[in-house]
């Protein structure tokens, strides 16, 4: 038997104190379902700090990482309004951080089924997603990095824009005014509107709802890349602007 409130607080210790920590599972081996509840403890040790709900964020969103982690389906983790970076990313509170291109959904109502969820969007935007594991060297298994919230750390988007197809979207993710990675939005999941559809599948499952307000970040389009000190990253989305924001 595991101690999820041990394992969540181990987590959650390390993200505050910007400590790497070796894997849970090198002492202590569990399954995806006892991540997701040690996630969940995670996240409600932020909300008892006074932190929001804010959204969701989607993991091994491209065939390559799935296969590349024997998994046949995606992850998710929670966002909350405390990761939410609007024009910088403050690096000392992180321990190695990650940066790639994202597309983001905003929901504008309640969503109670899977099938409603495309008709629930009132916004699709460019984005972006640090990421960084709590893990030392970013070495993780599949149920580490889920009761690890996915890798989340910060996230931000830019001008909202109406619905629209976004199955070939091409991004260009710039880091100093030099390119850093470039992609499509196909690379999620063929179609980002097949991440949307997953995530409101995973929060029902897990007895959620999408709520109004709430983000959905699609998934990577591209592979991360370090994010370094003194940066000014930038991330333009064909038809869909930009979005910028300095370390």
Aim: no cysteine; net charge neutral.
């Amino acid at each position: 038997m595991v101690d999820v409130r041990d394992l969540a607080t181990r987590l959650d210790e390390a993200a505050r104190d910007v400590r790497a920590i070796p894997p849970l599972t090198d002492a202590s081996p569990f399954d995806v379902s006892t991540a997701y509840a040690v996630q969940r403890a995670v996240i409600e040790r932020r909300r008892r700090r006074g932190e929001r709900l804010a959204g969701v964020k989607m993991g091994f969103t491209s065939r390559a990482k799935m296969i590349q982690m024997g998994v046949d389906d995606v992850i998710w983790g929670l966002l909350t309004d405390a990761m939410l970076a609007e024009s910088s990313v403050d690096l000392s509170a992180l321990i190695h951080p990650r940066i790639e291109p994202e597309i983001a959904y905003l929901i504008g109502r309640e969503v109670r089924s899977v099938a409603e969820v495309e008709s629930a969007v009132t916004g699709v935007a460019v984005g972006f997603e640090v990421l960084d594991s709590r893990y030392r060297d970013f070495r993780f298994t599949l149920p580490d990095v889920i009761a690890d919230n996915a890798s989340a750390a910060r996230f931000g988007f830019g001008a909202w824009h109406a619905p629209r197809d976004l199955s070939n979207v091409g991004l260009l993710m710039e880091i100093d005014g030099r390119p850093a990675q470039t992609g499509s939005s196909a690379a999620i999941l063929g179609d980002p509107a097949r991440s949307l559809r997953a995530a409101a599948r995973l929060a029902l499952g897990a007895g959620m709802r999408l709520e109004p307000g709430w983000i959905v970040l699609a998934g990577a389009a591209t592979a991360a890349v370090p994010l370094p000190k003194d940066a000014h990253v930038r991330v333009i989305g064909a038809g869909l602007g930009a979005v910028e924001v300095t370390t």
